[in-house]
């Protein structure tokens, strides 16, 4: 049994009323719970953390790696954007992680083109609503099993 972290980034607890034409209509806890049962169905043990500030998410992923976390699912939100803290903790703790996103934020402005977290991901999974996140999770256990 492995440990798999998801961790959500700024303002994805608004999901489900935040502009639905362009993040859908799920709720986070529609997400998470579709997450929770599929990973807990495999056999693994599934954490997860929303934060909307920086410090939180660094803080969490510290932790990871002395909790037995052995993969995760990052959407960062905006911090992609912005957060080399973020990038920083992701390289330091060296598990391997995927990049979730919702929207597909080269479709978007030219500020979302550019992720500090690609490069050091798995994969990155964007553009598919809800389903991101479940493609990213098929991903992850395939590679746990």
Known sequence: MAKLLVLHGPNLNLLGSREPEVYGHATLADI??????RTV?????????????????VERIQAAREDGT???????AAFTHTSVAIRD????VAIPFFEVHLSNPHR???????SYFSDLALGVVCGFGADSYRYALDA?????A
């Open 108 to 114: 978007r402005e030219p500020f979302r083109h550019t």
């Open 140 to 144: 992850a256990l395939k590679r746990l």
């Open 32 to 37: 998470d719970a579709d997450l929770r049962q």
């Open 41 to 57: 169905a495999a056999g693994h043990s599934y954490d997860s953390l929303q934060a909307n500030a920086e410090h939180v998410l």
């Open 70 to 76: 052995a993969l995760v699912l990052i959407n960062p």
């Open 89 to 92: 903790a992701l390289a330091a």
